[in-house]
């Protein structure tokens, strides 16, 4: 399984842009990658994924290398409900591996 | 719908006990997964069922069972509790057909303290 890397934090200011980065160097041709985000200590929810095109949802837009090996999740108006822990995850099967992922915080 | 619905939502354990985490899901969904997160920490697989009748260690298993006991339910049991178990348990479950998003759907966590 490809390992992912994310910054342990970010901040945002409400309103504005959150950009949350992840590196996976080492992913294999046919595994996506998923974003999934906790809200305090709830169930993790489901964000968006892909495979090599950037993908756009009602919630966010992914933005994917063409080498594959990194990735952007655009939240384009964070508002403090958006504050969570943002996991990146790459995954082909059902073994899906999470890592620390980013704490976001979104600030009026 | 209800979508993954985990019991119970707290529980105190002593060492040694034993205890089974229940979890459902109504979205008729093949794939079933049992998790577990320690403070700080994102979460690791514990066991998975690709579909009734099977299912498959994941990251951590040592210490636990699990059964599928039909296609909405999967459980997760605990035959003797040590401290190290104490947790928040996740269930959840995933369509997981050939061609589809394999999105999983959490349940809301069952929090384990073992004493």
């Known amino acids: 399984d490809a390992k992912t890397t994310q910054p342990p934090s970010m901040d945002c200011a409400e309103g504005r842009a959150a950009n949350l980065p992840c590196n996976h160097s080492t992913i294999s041709g046919n595994e996506y990658v998923y974003w999934y985000r906790q809200i305090h200590s709830q169930g993790p929810q489901y964000i968006i994924h892909?495979?090599?095109n950037n993908e756009t949802n009602e919630m966010a837009s992914l933005i994917i290398t063409e080498d594959r090996k990194s990735s952007t999740l655009i939240l384009p108006h964070a508002t403090l409900r958006d504050t969570a822990v943002y996991y990146c995850i790459v995954r082909v099967n059902n073994d899906m591996r999470f890592g620390a992922g980013t704490r976001l915080t979104v600030k009026p | 719908n209800a979508g993954v619905t985990q019991t119970p939502k707290f529980q105190v354990l002593k060492t040694g006990q034993s205890m089974t985490l229940q979890c459902a899901q109504d979205?008729?969904?093949?794939?079933m997964y049992w998790y577990r997160q320690d403070p700080g920490m994102g979460l690791r697989l514990i066991y998975y069922s690709a579909s009734e009748g099977t299912t498959d260690k994941g990251e951590v298993p040592n210490g636990y069972n699990v059964s599928r006991l039909n296609k909405r339910e999967f459980s997760l049991r605990l035959e003797s509790a040590a401290p190290s178990q104490t947790s928040v348990y996740f269930c959840a479950s995933s369509e997981a057909r050939l061609g589809s998003k394999n999105i999983q759907y959490f349940g809301a966590g069952t929090r384990l303290s073992v004493l």
């Open positions: 892909g495979l090599k």
């Open positions: 979205m008729n969904h093949n794939s």
